[in-house]
């Protein structure tokens, strides 16, 4: 599987985005997808979830309320809508795929996000 991801960008505080992630390949089904992020000198953190049937399954604690993951199968494409945007979000975002029966992780390029205070 191959995943693009876009739709970052630079946003004022309180600002919203829609970031996209199209996912190619064959058994797509078989992956549960999420999105990552990492800020400057920090480490990569989960921001959500959601399974291969389309049920959001792990928000962050600090994004819950404020991001929504979805996903749309016909489109092989994964979303976070991101709303109240804060500086602290500011960071690299991936997109991930994890193979159900393997465990392998794919990873996007990135996109970054960055709000301005």
């Known amino acids: 599987v191959q995943l693009v991801e876009s739709g970052g960008g630079l946003v004022q505080v309180g600002g919203s985005l829609r970031l996209s992630c199209a996912a190619s390949g064959s058994g797509l089904k078989f992956y549960r997808m999420g999105w990552y992020r990492q800020a400057p000198g920090k480490q990569r953190e989960s921001v959500a979830d959601?399974?291969?049937?389309?049920?959001?399954?792990y928000y962050l604690d600090s994004v819950k309320g404020r991001f929504t993951i979805s996903r749309d199968n016909a489109k092989n494409t994964i979303y976070l809508q991101m709303d109240s945007l804060k500086p602290e979000d500011t960071a690299v975002y991936y997109c991930?795929?994890?193979?159900?029966?393997?465990?392998?992780?794919?990873w996007g390029q990135g996109t970054q996000v960055t709000v301005s205070s």
């Open positions: 959601i399974t291969n049937a389309g049920s959001p399954s």
């Open positions: 991930n795929a994890r193979n159900l029966v393997s465990n392998q992780h794919t």
